[in-house]
């Protein structure tokens, strides 16, 4: 557990969860009440227009979507130049160290892979259906509780919606979304913009 050194009124900090280049992310709880929380915050003190608004995108998205497949996201509020992102706590790690850990270090038998894509699955049809673009689904935006496998997908910092997203090709030079797991169309080398598809790649990539 890293050394915790940040104060934040009305929480109590336990644990830095996700230390990153842009963002930090605490586990803690809420003074007013005992909640478990998790907390994410800009590393930058002086935030830029476009990190701000990016925190305010995670927070509306999640917040309208309303499924027990996406992070639950329980306030945006003001913190130093910035916004801390408060969400639920549901004992989740992300995919990727789920299975780099020493106790799961192993290829997933058929049935648990299957019980994982499938949960996956039908994130994927939440975001359909509500015409979300999440544009960075990979094993580290995605949470799993190690005990009962639930399954939740974080981070829309970058997801848009549809008929936004397709009326608009997206420059070379600009590069959203994670090198490994990017669809062609995404990095702007392509006459194509994007779609529902981008994420159906990203998930393909993702069982690969």
């Not at 509020?77 to 270090?105: C, H, W």
């Not at 939440?126 to 939740?152: F, G, W």
């Not at 009326?167 to 797991?181: D, F, R, W």
């Amino acid at each position: 557990m890293a050394n915790i050194k940040v104060s934040i009124p009305g929480y109590q900090v336990s644990e830095q969860l996700y230390n990153g280049s842009r963002t930090v992310v605490y586990r803690g709880y809420r003074e007013t009440d005992s909640l478990r929380v998790v907390i994410k915050l800009l590393k930058n003190p002086y935030p830029s227009f476009s990190e701000l608004l990016s925190f305010r995108n995670q927070y509306t998205i999640a917040k309208n979507l309303n499924s027990p497949l996406i992070i639950q996201t329980y306030s945006l509020e003001p913190y130093q130049n910035g916004y801390m992102l408060v969400m639920e706590d549901f004992g989740g790690i992300s995919l990727k160290d789920y299975f780099a850990s020493d106790q799961t270090r192993y290829i997933a038998s058929s049935e648990e892979f299957l019980q994982i894509a499938i949960a996956l699955c039908n994130t994927l049809d939440v975001l359909y259906r509500s015409r979300i673009i999440h544009k960075d689904i990979k094993p580290s935006n995605i949470l799993i509780n190690p005990l009962t496998k639930q399954v939740k997908l974080i981070d829309f910092s970058i997801a848009s919606l549809l008929p936004r997203e397709t009326q608009t090709l997206i420059s070379p030079n600009v590069l959203e979304g994670t090198l490994a797991y990017i669809s062609p169309e995404q990095t702007g080398r392509m006459n194509r913009g994007i779609d529902y598809r981008t994420d159906f790649y990203y998930f393909g990539v993702t069982f690969y």
